[in-house]
């Protein structure tokens, strides 16, 4: 009798570890399973989706172009499915202009996709906004292309 308690002791501590194990960056298999799938990238115990590639602005623009909408509408609602309601939205932008306007310019970038989280459903308290103007640019601004890569927003989980 004792032998089959330390034997299911054992398998029961064996689970906890592998559940544990299954998580990433303080969510569980299925969040971290539903942010890969979604294209979110797991660096630093943060989940971040870079969204260059699927949400470019035109330049010294800040509205999201109306193709994309259905995107983030999309990706909100899983966020929320899976209560992931707790976000940061960084707002970047090329180096062209005065890093000031650079600035206000990528914190009206990333404003604008929160609305489409907070439109719907999302709560205003769970939302943080950060603006990183020219200052952490994903390639050289040194052509038309590589300038509309830098413009972007990034979506980061907060756990």
């Known amino acids: 009798m004792l032998r089959i308690i330390f034997k299911s002791l054992g398998l029961l ?3 906890l570890i592998l559940t544990a194990c299954m998580g990433q960056g303080n969510l569980n298999y299925k969040q971290s399973r539903m942010l890969k799938n979604e294209g979110f990238i797991l660096e630093n115990n943060e989940w971040t989706l870079a ?7 035109e330049f010294d623009q800040s509205s999201i172009p109306a193709n ?4 983030l509408v999309r990706l909100s609602s899983q966020l929320k499915k899976y209560n992931l309601d707790k976000l940061t939205f960084t707002g970047h932008s090329d180096n062209i202009g005065q890093s ?3 600035l206000a310019l990528s914190e009206k970038r990333a404003q604008s996709v929160a609305q489409v ?6 709560q205003s308290h769970n939302i ?6 020219a200052s952490q640019p994903l390639v050289k601004n040194d052509s038309d292309e590589h ?3 830098n413009r972007r927003v990034n979506i980061t989980i907060i756990p």
């Open 51 to 57: 969204l260059p590639e699927r949400l470019l602005f």
């Open 13 to 15: 501590t064996f689970t």
């Open 128 to 133: 943080k906004i950060r603006a990183k103007g």
């Open 100 to 102: 000031e306007y650079n």
């Open 117 to 122: 989280f907070l439109d719907n459903g999302f």
């Open 68 to 71: 994309q909408k259905p995107r």
């Open 147 to 149: 300038r509309a890569i």
